[in-house]
């Protein structure tokens, strides 16, 4: 059974339309992440909560936000895609322990 | 912040040959998660293992945290085993995950 659902897998926007990722976990999990993958690169941190704490990290772009309403819940929100912002978009989880991916939504951007 | 180094960065090898991959890290961790990204781009949790050694079939893994290194074995490598493998590691206190840039495997039939 999924733990880590991500929607939609794949997500076509236009250049400069806002368009929002989802991200849900049966896990109950604190901490939630969100990832940017480009192609034959390694994961790219983007942001994370602890609970209701949002970490930023520091070279994410201002063009990015993300919500968590709740425990299960957690959103990428991208005010204006660019097409550089095209890209493997991941979320996963953890607990005390391992974490887990979801299996991504793949953006394109057009 | 912590580096984690992989090798090698490509890796070809006939089916039914053996592999060894290699995850070094520049501190110490409390975690440590090896992953197979398939095809679709779905990252699949294959161990987690902050020291010690496990076994999954035809793979297994030893981290041994003292010297900062983590070893990811192949036995008998079909061609669904072909894609990248990534290490990731992580704190307890820092909840940020760190991923090397991982190994792309090419396993020909």
């Known amino acids: 059974d999924a733990m880590v659902i991500q929607n939609p897998r794949y997500q076509v926007t236009q250049f400069g339309k806002p368009v929002t990722l989802s991200c849900s976990q049966t896990?109950?999990?604190?901490?939630m992440y969100w990832y940017q993958q480009k192609s034959s690169q390694a994961p790219k941190l983007l942001f994370h909560?602890?609970?209701?704490?949002?970490?930023n990290e520091a070279d994410t772009p201002d063009n990015f936000q993300s919500r968590r309403p709740n425990t299960s819940f957690c959103f990428l929100d991208i005010r204006s895609p660019g097409l550089g912002d095209a890209a493997m978009y991941l979320c996963?989880?953890?607990?005390?322990?391992?974490?887990?991916f979801g299996q991504g939504t793949r953006l394109t951007v057009v | 912040g912590i580096q984690v180094e992989q090798s090698p960065p490509d890796l070809i090898l006939q089916e039914g040959a053996n592999s060894t991959l290699r995850c070094n890290f520049s501190?110490?961790?409390?975690?440590l998660q090896w992953f197979h990204q398939n095809p679709w781009g779905q990252l699949i949790n294959l161990f987690y293992?902050?020291?010690g050694t496990k076994q999954n079939g035809r793979l297994s893994a030893t981290t041994v945290a003292t010297e900062r290194y983590s070893l990811l074995y192949i036995s008998s490598s079909q061609t669904t085993d072909s894609g990248v493998y990534f290490c990731a590691v992580f704190y307890i206190g820092d909840d940020k995950i760190i991923f090397g840039k991982g190994t792309r495997l090419h396993i020909l039939p």
């Open positions: 501190d110490s961790v409390n975690n």
């Open positions: 909560y602890y609970d209701k704490d949002f970490n």
């Open positions: 896990l109950n999990h604190n901490v």
């Open positions: 293992i902050p020291s």
């Open positions: 996963a989880t953890r607990g005390y322990t391992e974490a887990f």
